[in-house]
C-alpha cells in the first residue's frame, strides 16, 4: 500500500526551480500556432494592428475567442471592453505583412489593402478568414491582458495558413 503526502493529495505541486526564460520560450515554440493581426480603432480613430499568434478559440454558444496582448502595448487601451476589434488569420502569402505589424511604426496600415466594417474596424483583404468581435471581458495574468472576443460576424477564403514555429514562419508539408 502507498501512502500520500499532504501535497500528493491535494494536487499541489513543489515549489518551482528558477525558470530560465529563453529556455521556456524555446519549448513553448515547440506547439506550432497560426498568426493573426488583430485590428482595431483607438477613442481617436487611428487605425491598429498587431501581429499576434496568441489566438485560441474558446467557445462556440457563446462564440468566444481568446488572445493576449502585452501590458506593455501602446495599443492596450484599444482593447478595452466593449471595443470592437477584427481576428485577421493570415494565409502562408502574408508573411511580411506579419512582420510589418509586429515592428513598432508610425503607419503599419501604410500600403496595406483594407476595407473598414460597419463598426469601422480595419479588415485586412486577403486574409484566410475574418472575425469581427466585440472585447467580452479582460484579465491581466502576469505581463499580458487576456482579452475575450464575442464573435459578431465572420469570414474565410480558400487557402493554405501561415504557421509559426520554432520562432520562425512556416508552411504546411504535404
Aim: one cysteine or more.
Amino acid at each position: 500500500m502507498t501512502t500520500l503526502t499532504a501535497s500528493q493529495r491535494t494536487n499541489e505541486m513543489p515549489a518551482p526551480e528558477a525558470i530560465d526564460g529563453r529556455a521556456l520560450r524555446d519549448t513553448l515554440g515547440r506547439f506550432a500556432t497560426g498568426v493573426t493581426i488583430v485590428t482595431a480603432r483607438t477613442e481617436d480613430g487611428a487605425p491598429v494592428g498587431i501581429t499576434a499568434n496568441s489566438f485560441s478559440s474558446l467557445s462556440l454558444d457563446p462564440p468566444l475567442i481568446l488572445w493576449s496582448l502585452a501590458l506593455k502595448s501602446p495599443s492596450l487601451a484599444a482593447f478595452a471592453e466593449g471595443r470592437a476589434f477584427a481576428v485577421n488569420i493570415l494565409g502562408h502569402h502574408q508573411d511580411a505583412l506579419a512582420m510589418q505589424f509586429a515592428r513598432p511604426s508610425d503607419d503599419k496600415f501604410e500600403g496595406v489593402a483594407q476595407r473598414d466594417n460597419a463598426a469601422g474596424v480595419p479588415l485586412l483583404e486577403g486574409a484566410l478568414a475574418r472575425l469581427e468581435c466585440r472585447v467580452e471581458f479582460t484579465r491581466v495574468a502576469g505581463d499580458h491582458l487576456l482579452i475575450v472576443g464575442r464573435v459578431q460576424a465572420f469570414a474565410t477564403e480558400e487557402g493554405e495558413p501561415l504557421l509559426f514555429y520554432q520562432g520562425g514562419f512556416q508552411r504546411l508539408s504535404a
